[in-house]
């Protein structure tokens, strides 16, 4: 127990982690009980666990595990912070509990992911889940699919998305464990439960049986709609309600209508994949339509009809296929193709649904005129299509084309038309069915009642009841006020029949919802909904005098509206809506008027009425009046009144008082009666009469006023004008304008007849009198504030003056809100009447607009007119857009109509020439003005490209489109817009002018709509990538957008849509969120009712404040019709108020806090890679520049916005230099805080810096330089390396000022430029500095000149570029200079370059003049530097520049990560010279660095006796030579462990991981393998090696040369590490050789290379001993077959045929070696038939040729073994096997074809095959005997091999069958013993090969193995160990007496040349060929060749010559095959240098 007291004491959490089991369970039930205590879900306790809850969960002892997911369960439910764990507690229940046997564990692993879910986590759980089903364990499978069953089950589809899981459903119906399927069927079944038929579409696919079985189940589902029963922490109080229903008794429906919605409807479409058809669509599809016979046309219409099969299709451009098809439908004559047609367009709509919307417009017409078609078939085809096309639009959108078919001629067309329109009634809710469609409907359907036809009829019947149904009688009413009493009763009881989509409930819950006015049915209703609405009546405050009780029995014969209620009594006639006001009356006769006033007026009144005394008439009038105001409503007789009025002398009275009084009673009766336009007409006239009489003009308005309110403003209006304008008094008619424009203040502009009054008006303009004309400017004014802008465009041809007149009255108007009318509503809208009123004031404004009159232009849009706006000439074009512009100016107002135009000028909008653009942008804003809201329907096809122009480069055609934009929005609202997928397409280009713009524009509009659709939501992803686009204006935008975004779409949305997003970028999208929530404005109100009903009847609306109005004129629904109240004028004023308003609150936050405590830089991953590849691809400018111009500013700032912090940018690109110093400053003080963050940006740092160099401040440019010279010895500590981009933008510009005149500030720079060689290497550096020389500052010459002599100095010849020839002449140049500083620069120079060497320094010059070559030598003279003393001087002063091939100098001074490849070109350029050298005993070379050269004469008299003069030897211990080498440790800094955190830059990374590959040191190696290895292994990195193949490929076999040459040979050495690194090697080959793509990268060079060194390591014998040797070979062995198998197939192959050429050529290789080569090549011939598509024959063929060149017939046959000859021969044979005769033409890289023995042999083996097909073992198809001898013996030959393979089978006589099978071989070298090996085992086959070789090695004797050792590795150290180093060259030429050693001297000449040594002393040399007259042997491709074509980047990192230690070791041992050395006299041969060496090394002892 004492143990157990340990643990004991540990706090909790400790417990829960510790290594005994016990005490993890007796952690977890401590934390279980604790979990349940802690009351508080923020406490911090919570947090300790945070990182343990996972191995609750996957603790891996049983029994704690169940109490650790008890724990689990209590912290998921309990901790606050319990989401953070959700992914990795998901993942471990899914992989480690569901998979237990105790099914107690699986519960509570189900429970956890269910808590989860309830936490709000249900996104991640249920990605988990999913991940699960793709597990290999079926347990898991089946409980992640019980988990996401029950989670659906309980938390229903909204919480738990479907999609994905459909998605996988049918995959796991194909499961092989039947549990599973079980499990998936009971998940169907449940899904089914939620979406009910949507699951079908997705499992039609899935077994028959299955799916059978499935619907047996679906059957038995109840068809109750199901709830959800459990829900999460946001929901509680959804969760409260259910419970409270469950507790009622759980009655289903007792949660009404709120639980309805509980249950989101899937839609199949959703869970579908979209199909691309247009790319599949026949070729010939359009000629085909287009045919003249039918068949034709019918088979490319079925190719149509079964592609649109696809039940959702990819959006594409449709435009061309629709315009066939609406071709079709329109114009076949055949029946059959135009119902086919029909089809294929009702697929379409079905596919693309929304999609399909901008095509609608184009093809309805057609269909419905398409109607008058009699035949069944093709009228259904018809309607499916229209039903179908109707979804994907709006009614409102094809409004215009159904109701210009209305009315045709041809009854079928307008019956079929009203049926579609009742049928898409059907679809509409009271919202999308407003009444500003209604109205044109219901006038067009009435015509269709009375029509003759019975089926037009009875279809406008059908047509009108669907609307009262949707819409409710309520809005239907007013528009049926004509009908009788039959026809209206036959509409109602359509409208009974009629079931809605949105499927309503009849009865009292649908008028509810409705708020249709009921009273008036009959009063038995008004149990269910009647009361409600009186009820509302009562409570909504309007002006509302009283509520009277509803009087069922007023007099019937009149129905005159009941005082307020404006609900008629019982006899009402259903006509009763809220504008029930037109009472007509028959005209009475006027005894019946004499009757009726008898019986209400007193008789003395009716007498006194004509008397002729004035007093008399006066006093009749005031009983008149006292009677009419004691009547009740319903007892005034007013047409019996007003006619007794008029009575004579009527109207005609000459008495002002009477005339006054009589006047007032008519206004009396009009307020008091049920005054009808019967009665109004009586007295109108007798009115106007009086208007302009100065005494009765007040009351003669007045009445005129109390009758527009009986009968309504518009009627009496249009009287009254008529009157006026029909008789000649001025006075008259201008009072009666002056009324007008009052009573339209009262009353409001609602259903004024614009049209009429523009013409009385234009006749008011054109009068003589003044008065009238001021009268009708007013009028019009008024209009103004109704109607906008647009009522100018009528008078725009009025006089000049007038129309100045009219501009200045309009001018008064503008920022005026229009009054809200206060009369003419009161009376009529009472209780039913809100709604209603509401929406008729929002149709007005449109109304108005309406009323103008529209021209059509369609048939000015001719076929020319729109082909020359598309003609290739941009004039013509020009043209076409000018008479467009004149067609729209013309015509003012237009019709929607506008035929062809649209596509027309859609494809200008993307015109070349940016003139046409703006000019088609401008006709775009004319035509929106022109054509008004109806411009809607083009907002799909014209609308959207408009937004495409704002990603445009221009300025100004950015603006011109965006005020064209701005110009539809005003036209069509933002619903249309925003409506589909379009707009998110826009801000998914990653144009930044189009991101900004959009967002801008966004930003501006979403704040004043209501409501939005909800496909804004499609714009979230990609408004997030624009947070964080690399353009600083974008992101701007992008965060200014965001919090409008959110208050439409709200922060949750939001907030998930970035669970998409990297980890990285969600966090700051978060961030961003949450501020955004805080600036979050509200939503706009909806448009303030109240100011129509101000409490108080009649009181005008001047209470309501005017920011009130202010605000909610901005705020118009998502229709944005213009409210009346506030129509267009004020409204676009106030709007643009409201904005502000909005904006400027939400300012301050959105403001980058200007706090400047963050870093100054900020990281942004992978931003300078973009940089540079924007700049390679020319999308910025590049960094060139004599002087920086605006432009480059500019883009910096830009670049900088994303990662320099934006206070920092501010001080950057201020214009006063003192900023620029603050900002200096600032960067000094964060440099060594903020080095990543430097790094990240240092292109923009050294980009800004340049600038500062043009800066005329010295200051400045001090401060500068002082924070440069930091910066770079930053960089140097970091080992940071400057990449090509930031160093050409930089330092041609820090050379500038070296030629500065202050000297401080030269001196600076060239300290600068000293450091910079740490960060850059110097031969690059020279190029730039080189280019300083040219310039024309002398002082810059001077400097340049003096720094170039630095770096030669410094890092010798090497640096010169491009070679040091050239450099040298350049600088020569400048001895002749005529300023002197430049001159004695330019000698210093150049006497430091002979300093360093010698006088090959003049030969390198060339000619001078002879002045400045006396001036050079003299200089020389003086300086008298001895060659000699320098290199020592050098050694010891500057170790860390030591020169070229120092063998020890470590890596002081790394090249650039690039460059780091190039070392290895080096290397193994080093070790490819020295064994060609040998190859062809090539002299040693002299050019060894000075400090190695031995005189090795003067050593070997020397005998020791002069000691004095050894220590220069001693230095370098020349013992060291012949110890063996050991590598010495490059300082390279650990190899990080991520690939990623060394260099942000992956490719630099990888050249330098690949680098180390090939390093001395085996760890190094080894980790750098392992490194590479793991990037191979996931798939997603391994692209990232792509480019570096062959780089890593030389590297790796350069390792193995190393390992085979050196560390093999090191006694020291552990073998175990060796055995290590090979299987490293061996392994990340393996796995590179696995992914084909990179494997193919590999070349020919680099295969050969590699399978040379692969070959020699499986036949080093050395291997073979080591333990674990075998496995080694074993491994190389199946890597040589996967090299094989995945390299290119032409690069192995030509590799193999050059590898076996130089193995046949080189004595010192084994015929081992050749042997396996061949073997290689058999494998690759058995690949062939597989392959042979994917070779390059021409390539295979010229290898082919070259090997039979160096190798003729004859000379193959003298080879020991045949097997050459025949590997070539079958390789031929299968070629030719597999090719036939085309092989002839794969000849094509062959020079002369006619001389190739090739050529001749394939002509043979050709018409070998022809003359004898079949005969297998004729491999050989020489002329010569044998094939005779062959033939003839065949049957012989094949009974002496059967006997002989015989032998060889049986175990006794094996031996001997072998030995017999050699001979035999030898005998008939070409004889086949395939086919008897064919049918063998692979055993069988190796063991014979085996055996033979055997016995060849046998007979042939050790001798000549032994003879061809002399610089053999094999040797293993018996002879000196220089040449043990020696690697046996990879092209093994290492006998000369084969190969013509002039190939290789050439090649050398070549390399010399390219490295610039001369090539002069060869002359010197006896011809070698001369002596070896040998056959030359042609190049063989390499990847030595291959690397010189990157010479230039070898050149720049001989500097860093000292990390070679590879060779190095070569270069001690007397310059044997030192790199690239010009020849010296002939040395003595090898063996000569080895003795003296010997003798030397002896002599010291």
């Not at 070729?283 to 079925?302: N, S, T, V």
């Not at 296929?321 to 076949?332: A, C, H, P, R, S």
């Not at 333990?1667 to 192995?1692: A, F, H, M, P, Y």
């Not at 175990?1851 to 086919?1875: Q, R």
Request: proline content about 4%; some cysteine.
């Amino acid at each position: 127990m004492g143990d157990d007291s340990e643990w004991m004491k540990l706090p909790i959490d400790q417990k829960c982690e510790h290594k005994l089991w016990k005490a993890r369970l007796n952690g977890y039930e401590e934390a279980l009980k604790l979990f349940q205590k802690i009351d508080d879900e923020k406490s911090p306790e919570w947090s300790k666990y945070l990182g343990l809850i996972k191995k609750f969960v996957t603790d891996s002892n049983a029994v704690a595990q169940l109490k650790g997911l008890e724990a689990a369960l209590a912290y998921v439910e309990n901790a606050h912070v319990a989401g953070k764990t959700t992914g990795e507690v998901a993942s471990g229940v899914v992989n480690k509990v569901f998979n237990q046997p105790k099914a107690r564990a699986k519960e509570l692993g189900l429970d956890i992911c269910l808590m989860y879910i309830e936490i709000e986590k249900g996104e991640a759980v249920q990605e988990e889940l999913l991940k699960g089903l793709d597990n290999k364990n079926p347990k898991i499978i089946v409980a992640c699919i019980e988990t996401l069953r029950k989670a659906l089950s309980e938390f229903g589809s909204k919480i738990i998305s479907l999609k994905p899981i459909i998605k996988v459903l049918p995959k796991l119906f194909e499961s092989r464990e039947k549990a599973v399927r079980d499990e998936a069927k009971l998940l169907a079944v449940e899904i089914y439960r939620w979406i009910r038929d949507a699951l079908r579409p997705p499992l039609q696919n899935i077994n028959s049986v299955q799916l059978k079985e499935l619907e047996e189940e679906w059957v038995k589902v109840s068809s109750a709609a199901p709830k959800q029963t459990r829900f999460l922490r946001s929901q509680q109080e959804l969760k409260a309600k259910f419970e409270q229903q469950q507790a009622v008794g759980g009655d289903a429906d007792g949660g009404g209508d709120d639980e309805e919605e509980a249950v989101p409807q899937v839609d199949a479409y959703e869970l579908l994949e979209a199909v691309e058809i247009l790319s599949k669509l026949p070729k010939d599809f359009y000629e085909k339509i287009e045919a003249k016979k039918w068949q034709e046309r019918k088979e490319a219409l079925e190719a149509v009809e079964l592609l649109v099969k696809n039940p959702k299709l990819e959006s594409g451009d449709y435009a061309d296929l629709v315009k066939v098809l609406k071709k079709v439908v329109g114009k076949d004559t055949n029946v059959m193709l135009v119902a086919l047609a029909a089809k294929c367009l009702t697929g379409l709509a079905a596919g693309l649904r929304k999609k399909f919307g901008q095509y609608a417009g184009h093809v309805v017409p057609t269909i419905l005129e398409k109607f008058k078609e009699k035949k069944p078939q093709v009228v259904q085809a018809l309607q499916e299509a229209i039903d179908a096309i109707f979804l994907t639009t709006t009614l409102q959108n094809i409004s215009e084309d159904v109701l210009a078919v209305m009315d045709n001629k041809n009854p079928t067309i307008k019956q079929q038309t009203s049926l579609f329109i009742a049928r898409s009634f059907r679809h509409c809710t009271p919202s999308t069915l407003p009444k500003s469609l209604l109205k044109p409907f219901c006038a067009a359907l009435l015509k269709h009642i009375n029509d003759s036809a019975p089926e037009v009829r009875d279809a406008g019947f059908e047509a009108l009841g669907t609307a009262l149904k949707v819409a409710g009688e309520k809005a239907v009413n007013p528009f049926l006020a004509d009908v009788d009493k039959l026809k209206l009763d036959r509409i109602k009881e359509c409208a009974e029949k009629v079931e809605l989509v949105y499927g309503k409930k009849t009865g009292g819950a649908a008028e509810k919802k409705e708020g249709k006015p009921i009273i008036g049915k009959t009063p038995a209703l008004s149990g269910t909904g009647g009361d409600k609405e009186t009820k509302d009546a009562a409570t909504k405050p309007g002006p509302l005098k009283k509520v009277p009780a509803v009087k069922p029995g007023g007099p019937p014969k009149k129905g005159k509206p009941a005082a307020a209620a404006g609900m008629g009594g019982a006899g009402a006639k259903g006509k009763k809506g809220p504008e029930t006001k037109e009472i007509f009356e028959s005209e009475l006769s006027i005894e019946v008027c004499e009757e009726k006033a008898a019986a209400v007026l007193p008789a003395s009144c009716i007498q006194q009425l004509d008397s002729g005394n004035w007093k008399e008439r006066l006093a009749c009038m005031e009983e008149f009046q006292k009677a009419v105001e004691l009547m009740e409503r319903s007892e005034m007789p007013c047409q019996a009144l007003v006619r007794m009025l008029a009575k004579k002398p009527g109207w005609k009275e000459t008495n002002f008082q009477v005339m006054q009084m009589k006047l007032h009673i008519v206004a009396l009766i009009a307020q008091k009666g049920n005054f009808s336009k019967t009665s109004a007409q009586v007295v109108m006239d007798g009115l106007v009469d009086k208007v302009g009489d100065v005494k009765c003009g007040s009351n003669a308005k007045e009445a005129m006023t109390a009758i527009a309110e009986a009968c309504q403003l518009p009627w009496t209006a249009e009287q009254v004008v008529a009157m006026a304008f029909s008789q000649k008094n001025p006075k008259n008619q201008s009072e009666t304008l002056n009324w007008l424009s009052n009573a339209i203040k009262e009353f409001g502009f609602s259903g004024l007849n614009v049209k009429a009054f523009i013409s009385n008006v234009k006749t008011a303009l054109a009068a003589t009198n003044p008065a009238v004309r001021t009268s009708a400017i007013t009028l019009l004014g008024v209009m103004y504030l109704y109607v906008g802008p647009p009522l100018r465009m009528f008078f725009e041809d009025e006089k000049p003056a007038l129309l100045s007149q009219i501009d200045a009255e309009f001018e008064k108007m503008q920022g005026q809100t229009a009054p809200a009318p206060t009369r003419g509503i009161s009376r009529h809208s009472g209780g039913g009447g809100d709604d209603g009123e509401e929406e008729e004031q929002e149709d007005v404004g449109n109304d108005v607009v309406d009323l103008l009159p529209r021209t059509d232009i369609g048939d000015k849009i001719t076929a020319e007119l729109v082909s020359k706006i598309g003609d290739k000439n941009w004039k013509i074009r020009k043209e076409g857009l000018d008479e467009v512009t004149s067609i729209i100016n013309d015509a003012k107002f237009i019709q929607p109509n506008i035929g062809e135009l649209p596509a027309a000028l859609k494809s200008r909008l993307n015109d070349s020439n940016k003139i046409l653009v703006q000019q088609t942008l401008s006709i775009l804003q004319q035509l929106a003005t022109a054509m008004g809201p109806n411009i809607k329907q083009h907002v799909k096809n014209l609308g959207i490209p408009v937004i495409t122009v704002l990603g445009d480069s221009k300025n100004n055609v950015r603006a011109a489109a965006l005020a064209t934009v701005n110009a539809w929005a005003e036209q069509t609202g933002m619903k249309e817009w925003l409506e589909g997928e379009d707009l998110s397409e826009e801000l998914k280009k990653e144009n930044p002018f189009l991101r900004q713009e959009l967002l801008g524009w966004l930003a501006e509009k979403l704040p004043t709509l209501r409501s939005v659709p909800s496909d804004l939501l499609l714009c979230v992803p990609h408004l997030y990538s624009c947070l964080e686009d690399r353009n600083g204006d974008v992101r701007k935008k992008a965060q200014d957008a965001l919090p409008f975004f959110m208050m439409h779409l709200g922060f949750e949305k939001m907030a998930k849509a970035t669970g998409k997003l990297k980890p990285t970028s969600k966090d700051q999208v978060l961030a961003m969120l949450e501020k955004a929530k805080a600036n979050m404005p509200a939503k706009p109100a909806a448009p303030a009712k109240a100011s129509s009903r101000v409490v108080g009847g009649a009181a005008p609306a001047k209470f309501q404040p005017a920011s009130a109005l202010a605000e909610d004129s901005g705020s118009n629904t998502m229709e944005s019709k213009p409210d009346p109240k506030k129509a267009k004028a004020g409204g676009a004023s106030s709007k643009a108020k409201g904005v502000q308003g909005k904006k400027v609150l939400s300012k301050p936050n959105l403001k980058e806090d200007d706090d400047k405590s963050g870093p100054i830089f900020i990281i942004v991953p992978n931003g300078k890679e973009q940089r540079m590849r924007d700049e390679r691809g020319l999308k910025v400018l590049k960094w060139n520049f004599t002087t920086p111009r605006d432009e480059y500013i500019e883009q910096l700032k830009t670049q900088m916005s994303s990662c320099v912090a934006k206070w920092l940018q501010d001080e950057m690109f201020h214009a006063d230099f003192q900023h620029h110093n603050k900002a200096l400053a600032v960067m000094i003080e964060h440099l060594e805080s903020e080095k990543d963050g430097v790094i990240s940006c240092l292109d923009l740092i050294l980009k800004w810096l340049t600038l500062r160099f043009f800066d005329t401040n010295t200051s400045v440019l001090m401060k500068a330089l002082e924070y440069l010279k930091l910066l770079f010895n930053l960089l140097s500590q970091e080992e940071y390396h400057l990449t090509e981009n930031e160093a050409s933008s930089f330092i041609p510009y820090l050379v500038l000022k070296v030629g500065e005149p202050k000297d401080v500030i030269r001196k600076d720079v060239r300290a600068i430029l000293n450091r910079m060689c740490l960060i850059y290497p110097a031969s690059k550096m020279f190029t730039f500095i080189m280019e300083g020389t040219k310039s024309k500052n002398s002082k810059q010459r001077a400097e340049c000149l003096e720094e170039l002599g630095c770096l030669v100095e410094s890092y010798g010849m090497n640096v010169c570029q491009p070679t040091p020839g050239k450099a040298l002449k350049e600088m020569a140049t400048h001895i002749g200079d005529r300023d002197n500083t430049v001159r004695n620069a330019a000698l210093n120079t150049i006497v430091t370059v002979y300093n360093v060497h010698g006088d090959q320094v003049f030969k390198l010059i060339g000619n001078l003049s002879e002045k400045d070559m006396s001036m050079l030598e003299e200089r020389i003279k003086r300086s008298a530097k001895r060659p000699s003393a320098a290199p020592v001087r050098q050694a010891e002063e500057k170790p860390q520049r030591t020169q070229n091939i120092s063998a020890n100098a470590s890596m002081l001074r790394k090249g650039p990560a690039e460059d780091m490849s190039s070392k290895l070109k080096i290397m193994y350029r080093t070790y490819r010279i020295q064994n060609r050298n040998m190859g062809s005993h090539s002299e040693t070379t002299h050019t060894v660095p000075r400090e190695f050269q031995l005189d090795l004469d003067e050593i070997e008299n020397d005998n020791g006796t002069v000691r004095c003069e050894m220590p220069a030897l001693v230095q370098h211990k020349l013992d060291d030579i012949f110890e063996p080498v050991l590598i010495p440790e490059p300082k390279i800094r650990a190899v990080s462990p991520h690939f990623d955190d060394m260099h942000s830059n992956t490719a630099s990374t990888i050249n330098f991981v690949i680098s180390q590959v090939a390093s001395g040191d085996i760890n190094t190696s080894i980790q750098a393998l392992a490194q590479i290895d793991e990037v191979l292994r996931q798939e997603d990195k391994a692209e990232a090696m792509s480019g570096h193949i062959d780089q890593f490929l030389i590297a790796t076999f350069m390792q193995l040369r190393l390992i085979y040459n050196t560390h093999m040979a090191d006694e020291k050495l552990d073998k175990d590490e060796i055995v290590k690194l090979y299987s490293c090697i061996i392994g990340s080959m393996i796995s590179l050789f696995q992914i084909e793509s990179l494997a193919r990268e590999a070349s020919t060079g680099v295969l050969k290379d590699l399978m040379h060194g692969l070959i020699t390591l499986m036949l080093d014998s050395r291997v073979e001993d080591l333990e674990e040797g075998e496995q080694v070979i074993r491994s190389v062995n199946l890597l040589v077959v996967k090299v094989l198998e995945k390299s290119d197939q032409t690069n192995i192959l030509s590799a193999l045929l050059v590898l076996l050429q130089d193995s046949l050529l080189a004595t010192a290789s084994s015929p081992k070696f050749s042997e396996l080569v061949m073997k290689c090549l058999w494998r690759m011939v058995r690949l062939l038939p597989e392959t042979i598509n994917s070779i390059n024959l021409d390539r295979i063929l010229l290898d082919i040729h070259i090997f039979m060149k160096v190798f003729p017939k004859e000379k193959l046959k003298q080879c020991k073994s045949e097997f050459p000859i025949r590997t070539l021969k079958t390789l031929l044979h299968t070629l030719c096997k597999l090719k036939g005769p085309k092989i002839l033409d794969h000849l094509t890289m062959i020079d002369n074809k006619n001389e190739s023995e090739l050529e001749a042999h394939l002509c043979r083996v050709m018409k070998h095959s022809m003359d004898q097909t079949g005969s297998k073992a004729d491999k050989d198809t020489e002329k010569g005997a044998s094939r005779i001898e062959e033939k003839a013996s065949k049957a012989k030959v094949n009974d002496i091999l059967a006997e002989i393979f015989k032998k060889i089978g049986s175990k006794e006589n094996t031996k001997e069958g072998l030995a017999e099978l050699y001979e035999y071989k030898k005998k008939y070298s070409d004889a086949d013993i395939e086919p008897f090996l064919k049918n063998s085992s692979q055993f069988f086959q190796s063991y014979v090969e085996r055996g033979l070789r055997l016995i060849e090695t046998e007979r042939e004797g050790k001798g000549r193995i032994a003879a061809s050792t002399g610089i053999s590795p094999q040797m293993e150290g018996t002879c000196v160990p220089a040449s043990t180093h020696t690697v046996s060259s990879s092209i093994g030429n290492t006998n000369g007496e084969e190969v013509g050693p002039s190939v290789y001297l050439e090649r050398l000449k070549i390399l010399r040349q390219r490295c610039g040594l001369d090539n002069a002393k060869q002359e010197d040399r006896p011809p070698l060929t001369s002596l070896l007259s040998k056959p030359a042997v042609p190049t063989v491709a390499s990847s030595t060749d291959m690397l010189h074509s990157k010479l230039s980047q070898l050149r720049e990192s001989r500097e860093q010559y000292q990390h070679l230690d590879l060779d190095s070791n070569q270069t001690h041992s007397s310059g044997i095959g030192t790199t690239l050395a010009s020849p010296s006299s002939a040395a003595a041969n090898i063996d000569d240098l080895k003795k003296r060496l010997e003798r030397i090394k002896s002599s010291r002892k």
